[in-house]
């Protein structure tokens, strides 16, 4: 346990109001949002500048105790919070005070924030200033640029646009020792040696705390056009992402694939939700289109792409969005598709990646795979098929208890982890390791490139305080 010298130490660091350590007043921070995920911790800081946060590390690093940096809290692997079964000795540094959005600057299409600035609130200033942030999550309304960075956060947008480490310029870091590297560059070319940003985006918080960061801005696109199309199977998804990418080139800003059952979910559990297709097929996919031009090349070009799949049988059926809040309303059938889950049931989750090429082999193999251990099973698959992204959920058969269905969860993951491997895939494509990964990444990661890690992990944090048990063990 804590003693009450040290626990003052770090109190007096931020100052009485924002220290915790009462257990009502830590559960926010200790508990992940979808509970799989529920430690204790010494302490809970919110620190209100780059100065606290540094004095925190410095006293940490001095003291041996471990910190576990946390922005809004929307990660899904454990990574923010205490280890399960851990020592409750760690002390949590969440950076939502440090919320401000510094600067956007036009002439450098940039956009300088503190870690703690809500994602929503990062997208509504670059549109304010007739510019475009493109990194789009779920969780946009709550999470943290700063966890967004430290879990190199994908969603909807990386077709076009790239993962969180595409639209990081520069960065400002706390070290394990306290020291600020401050990194916080505009320059789009930097040929200087380690690109040393990128050990720190997608480090889960296991090499420093960020607290303040430069993004890359956008233009707004002149028009936008957004459609749900039906298809028969996994094929015909491929086929039409590649006459849209064909016609569209960069054009193509979102695709996202969503199965029958997805669909019945998200129509069942959100309010207002309709079924967008009479036809109601096997395979939906939402495709967004933007021109840098005008709203007449976008919806021309959505109009191309979608008679031709008509007409040479790659889709059954379409709609394209005819107002913005039409537009919303398809995003949002998406956008819902991971909590309309929950009201199902128990649900055995995977953020998985495959080669595009290798989409349909891997829901074919994974499919029958499930079926083997879990008759029965709802299989939720959906995500961004541009970039090989599926999350491919297994919800428990109707009728099943949870304890039953979550009784499975080693097998199931044990057979997609061997097809992932056959395929060339990766385990996690953008929710992190955190904890629930670890022992998996250990075990199914090359040698090499582990050794790499840990090697990157003791230089930086040779005390080993920042966020310890997570994404590796040194």
């Known amino acids: 346990m ?13 100052g009485q109001r924002y220290a915790f350590h009462r257990a009502e ?6 508990t992940e949002m979808r509970n ?9 800081l919110r620190p209100g500048s780059v100065g606290e946060v540094s004095a925190i590390l410095k006293l940490a690093s001095e003291t041996g105790t471990a910190i576990i940096p946390q922005g809004g809290n929307t990660g899904l692997v454990g990574a923010g919070v205490p280890l399960q079964g851990g020592t409750g000795e760690e002390v949590m540094v969440s950076l939502g005070r440090m919320n401000k959005i510094i600067e956007v600057d036009t002439e450098t299409n940039t956009m300088t924030v503190e870690a703690g600035a809500i994602l929503e609130n990062i997208q509504n200033a670059a549109d304010k200033a007739d510019r475009f942030f493109p990194l789009s999550l779920g969780s946009q309304g709550t999470c943290q640029i700063g966890g967004n960075i430290s879990a190199n956060a994908g969603g909807t947008g ?12 520069g960065l400002e870091v706390v070290l394990p020792d306290g020291r600020v590297w401050d990194g916080l560059s505009k320059l789009r070319k930097d040929n200087t040696g ?9 480090a889960e918080g296991t090499l420093g705390i960020v607290t303040k960061a430069v993004l890359k801005l956008f233009p707004k696109p002149a028009g936008r056009e957004v459609a749900i199309a039906g298809l028969g199977s996994p094929e015909d998804k491929l086929k039409l992402l590649s006459l849209a990418k064909a016609k569209a080139a960069n054009g193509v800003t979102a695709f996202e694939f969503m199965a ?24 939906y996919v939402l495709l967004e289109i933007s021109s840098p031009r005008s709203a007449e090349d976008a919806r021309e070009t959505m109009e191309t792409i979608l008679t031709e799949a008509f007409e040479d049988g790659t889709i059954s059926d379409a709609v394209i969005a005819e107002s913005g809040e039409q537009q919303n309303a398809f995003w949002k059938l998406r956008e819902d598709m991971s909590w309309a889950q929950k009201p199902e049931g128990a649900s055995i989750k995977h953020d998985i990646s495959v080669p595009i090429r290798e989409v349909p082999k891997f829901i074919k193999l994974a499919n029958a795979a499930v079926e083997r251990i879990a008759p029965g099973s709802r299989i939720v698959n959906f995500g961004h098929l541009g970039d090989g992204n599926l999350h ?5 058969p109707v009728g099943w208890e949870a304890s039953d269905h979550y009784a499975l969860e080693h097998a199931v993951n044990e057979a997609v982890y061997e097809i992932l491997g056959q395929l060339g895939g990766s385990i996690s494509a953008e929710h992190g390791i955190g904890q629930m990964k670890r022992d998996k990444l250990a075990r199914l990661k090359d040698p090499v490139a582990l050794d790499m890690m840990r090697a990157v992990k003791r230089a930086l944090d040779p005390v080993n305080i920042m966020n310890p048990g997570k994404v590796i063990e040194v």
Do not use: C
């Open 2 to 14: 804590m003693d009450d010298t040290l626990r003052k130490r770090f109190t007096e660091i931020v």
């Open 25 to 30: 007043d830590m559960a926010p921070y200790t």
């Open 36 to 44: 799989r995920f529920d430690g204790t911790a010494a302490m809970a």
């Open 158 to 169: 990386v077709i076009a646009y790239g993962n969180t480490r595409e639209l990081v310029m």
């Open 194 to 202: 380690y690109d040393l940003k990128n050990l720190i985006i997608g």
């Open 260 to 283: 029958r059952v997805a669909m019945e979910f998200t129509t069942r559990h959100t309010d207002g939700a309709r079924e967008p297709l009479e036809s109601r097929p096997a395979w």
């Open 392 to 396: 491919y959920n297994i919800s428990q």
